[in-house]
């Protein structure tokens, strides 16, 4: 049983179309700060089209390219990059430079802004590195006590500072642990979001197990169930899905089947050089 929404996100889509239309426009090499996206086989189909994933803008020669991760970058990456004169195209999910811009606004408010996250995820030092002004990180819920206790006028967080792509893809989970006797989630072990997925199976009540692909799927997890639920974090391809279906049909005949759910089909838009490049591309044929 396959659950709907699941794979790869709006935001996951466009960055990922940002490399491919930079390497189109520049040729190799096109330098990318920290993975586009937290999966190792979109990592590497990228590599072999010629981006070359780095974590210091100083490992990028004056006068190239260099695009910035769907997780988003601190302001300190973007002044550096325009100091040495790089081309920059920023692939930031349009949905984490709206918490970019709440956290903005709340501080210009003269509140502290607490930020939910782990500590070293890309995407929280971005956000951090945004905020011009005081953020406390909060991890755990014992945290989250804490600060109730010390600010009395603490406002938020609302449902919908979690992106879109997320919930809906959290519910499915939620759904699909209502009919699967056990789990798979199609995602990398650096993924938060896919991580998420399996502790929400788990704490569903159902054996839940984050997988790579299909040559990581244990016999074992599957010998007694009689419906296996299949989802994917927002930044595994559905290719990789089809690997862990091959996988447990190699164990005997299945039925594969989805579940109804929301169908998102939302685009974000590339960068405007991006767009004009392929649109003269398009006159020319």
Same mark, same amino acid.
């Given at each position: ?26 040729g190799a090499p096109v330098y990318v700060r920290h ?77 502290? !802004?607490?930020?939910?996250?782990? =500590?070293?995820? @890309? &995407? ?9 002004? $005081?953020? /406390? ?9 804490a600060l109730e206790r010390r600010f009395t006028n ?48 788990i704490e569903s009540g159902v054996p839940s197990y ?17 419906? !296996?639920?299949?989802?994917?974090? =927002?930044?595994? @391809? &559905? ?9 447990? $049909?190699? /164990? ?34």
């Amino acid at each position: 049983m396959l659950a709907q929404p699941r794979g790869f996100c709006a935001g996951v889509i466009r960055a990922i179309d940002i490399v491919e239309q930079a390497l189109r426009r520049f040729g190799a090499p096109v330098y990318v700060r920290h993975e586009i996206v937290h999966n190792t086989f979109v990592v590497n189909d990228l590599k072999a089209k010629g981006a070359v994933f780095i974590e210091e803008l100083a490992d990028v020669p004056a006068g190239n390219t260099v695009i910035f991760s769907a997780h988003g970058v601190s302001k300190a990456i973007q002044a550096e990059a325009a100091e040495r004169g790089l081309t920059v195209f920023d692939a930031t999910c349009p949905l984490v430079a709206k918490v970019h811009g709440q956290g903005k606004r709340y501080v210009s408010q003269d509140r502290t !802004v607490i930020l939910i996250g782990h =500590a070293g995820h @890309p &995407e929280v030092e971005g956000t951090m590195g945004q905020i011009p002004g $005081r953020v /406390l990180l909060v991890q755990n819920e014992q945290d989250v006590a804490a600060l109730e206790r010390r600010f009395t006028n603490i406002v938020g967080p609302d449902i919908h500072d979690i992106c879109y792509a997320t919930q809906n893809r959290q519910s499915a989970v939620r759904e699909l642990a209502r009919v699967a006797d056990v789990i798979l989630v199609v995602g990398a072990g650096n993924s938060s979001n896919s991580n998420r997925l399996r502790e929400i199976g788990i704490e569903s009540g159902v054996p839940s197990y984050l997988i790579a692909d299909g040559s990581e799927l244990d016999p074992a997890w599957v010998r007694n169930a009689d419906v !296996v639920g299949v989802t994917a974090g =927002a930044s595994a @391809p &559905e290719t990789l899905v089809d690997g862990v279906i091959e996988a447990l $049909r190699a /164990l005997g005949p299945i039925d594969v089947s989805t579940l109804p759910g929301i169908e998102e089909k939302d685009e974000f838009r590339l960068p405007a050089q991006l767009l004009r490049k392929r649109a003269d591309a398009a006159d020319t044929a």
